[in-house]
């Protein structure tokens, strides 16, 4: 006679841990991306942010809706006013049976310079009530060079363990193996439509294929472009530099330390061996009271590393730029040529 299967309680069903899948893929609707680039373009230059809403399913993070927070200043009762906001938005969503589930924000940049304290807090902020969130990038200025500059991005595990901690000293970052690359992990971006969205655009392409040409792409000069990130560049090396003299700065100040103690254990020996010889007994060779054996607090590395970022990001965008440039000209030569 077979056993008959074993029949567990709810409570145990939701006792039970199950392993989160890894986040593989943020799937967004059409109609959401049009939402972010409506709000990012209508307000540029100005930064602006905005909620995601959607579902989190296995290994896709679904973005199905998104409002936009409105413009405030550094304000606590403006801010009280925003959050107010926010929540009377979903309430709505939800009235009109829209999905209402927090799975996020977005937020415009400019030339790729989002990599900030800020951002890393607002992260934290929101890992608190949401396990698995993530960050939409929108950079205006990029995409009118002909690219869609949208990018997700999230923090890695092993940064937020740290960050939790409080603890980027160099001996910490090198027990954990994390390097400057290590702070954020960019997910790859899905857009998709239903398929009542999709015959409706299928019904609008022409027929005929398209006459009118696009000369803004055989645009030969690139100098806007390639200032703005110069400069950044330029700036972010400065506050590089500044980083580094704070490290030399501790380590002078360690060095000096170091030989403060040694010319003390030195005297401190001598005098034990006098009162060695005269029956004493000897005095401890560590006085904590002493100043000169506090430890010197070692600078964060955080911002050092958020700084490398940012470099990276705008040396990954001259090249983008400088190729595209080449790619044009050789072309022009070859038109001149025949």
């Known amino acids: ?7 567990r309680s709810f ?24 939402k ?19 579902l989190d399913v296995g290994s896709v993070l679904e973005v199905t809706n998104c409002f936009p927070f409105p413009i405030r200043e550094e304000d606590e009762e403006i801010e009280a006013d925003g959050a107010n906001y926010q929540l009377e938005m979903m309430r709505c969503l939800r009235e009109v049976n829209v999905d209402n589930n927090t799975v996020g924000w977005y937020q415009s940049t400019l030339y790729g310079s989002f990599q900030t304290v800020e951002l890393i807090e607002t992260f934290m902020n929101y890992q608190e009530n949401i396990k698995r969130c993530v960050c939409i990038i929108y950079d205006p200025a990029r995409s009118n060079q002909g690219v869609l500059a949208l990018k ?14 409080n603890n980027f000293t160099g001996e910490k970052l090198r027990e954990k193996n994390l390097s400057w690359v290590d702070i954020f992990e960019e997910i790859p971006i899905k857009v998709s439509n239903s398929a009542l969205i999709s015959a409706f655009m299928t019904e609008l392409e022409a027929d005929t294929p398209v006459t009118q040409c696009d000369y803004d792409r055989l645009q030969l000069s690139t100098k ?13 090396m400065d506050d590089l530099s500044m980083e580094q003299q704070k490290f030399q700065f501790y380590y002078r100040n360690l060095s000096r330390q170091q030989a403060q103690q040694q010319a003390w254990l030195q005297k401190r020996r001598a005098e034990n061996n006098a009162r060695k ?27 050092s590393f958020l700084v490398t970022n940012q ?17 044009r000209l050789y072309l022009m030569k070859a038109l001149q040529e025949s």
């Open 311 to 327: 470099i990276s990001n705008y040396c990954n965008q001259i090249n983008g730029v400088a190729g595209q440039s080449f790619s």
């Open 36 to 54: 972010i680039i409506k709000h990012c373009k209508e307000n540029a230059p100005a930064l602006v942010t905005g909620q995601l809403l959607g």
């Open 224 to 236: 806007p472009q390639m200032e703005r990130n110069v400069e950044f560049l330029i700036d972010c």
């Open 11 to 34: 409570l145990q069903v939701a006792a039970t841990e199950e392993v989160a899948q890894p986040l593989r893929v943020v799937q967004i609707e059409g109609l959401a991306v049009l």
């Open 152 to 165: 997700a991005m999230k923090l890695t595990d092993s940064f937020m363990e740290l960050y939790r901690n």
């Open 277 to 303: 010889a005269a029956g004493d007994e000897p005095l401890p060779e560590e006085d904590p009271s002493n100043p000169i054996f506090k430890p010197v607090p070692e600078p964060s590395r955080l911002e």
């Open 1 to 7: 006679m077979a056993n008959p299967p074993m029949i």
